[in-house]
């Protein structure tokens, strides 16, 4: 069993940017994908980005692609979402999650097994 710890969030003004960290311990890093996810007041959590086992491919939602990066460092054990120019509406409270199944579409909640706490990203206008 994994367990996820995020950090990096904060208050950010809008076209600012921030980098979330999500590190995993107690189970084999390498052996799981890892999803963003994010939940804003009143509203459903939904998929932000996706990277398979090594790291060579990655998957984002509309919404953010282009602005935000996911990465990961297998030796670290961490998951990295680097997100730039930053709007008011990607406030959220933001969890890394991780699965071992093998999908073709990361982008459901329900693949993953594990989830962190969250961390709250504020974005002023």
């Known amino acids: 069993q994994v367990q996820l710890v995020e950090s990096g969030g904060g208050l950010v003004q809008a076209g600012g940017s921030l980098r979330l960290s999500c590190a995993a311990s107690g189970g084999t890093f390498s052996s799981y994908a890892m999803g963003w996810f994010r939940q804003a007041p009143g509203k459903e959590r939904e998929f932000v980005a996706a990277?398979?086992?090594?790291?060579?491919?990655?998957s984002y939602a509309d919404s953010v692609k282009g602005r935000f990066t996911i990465s990961r460092d297998n030796a670290k054990n961490t998951v990295y979402l680097q997100m730039n120019i930053l709007k008011p509406e990607d406030t959220a409270v933001y969890y890394c999650?991780?699965?071992?199944?093998?999908?073709?579409?990361?982008?459901?909640?329900?693949?993953?097994?594990?989830w962190g706490q969250g961390t709250q990203v504020t974005v002023s206008s």
């Open positions: 990277i398979r086992r090594s790291g060579g491919s990655t």
């Open positions: 999650a991780a699965t071992r199944d093998y999908v073709t579409n990361y982008e459901r909640k329900g693949v993953y097994d594990y």
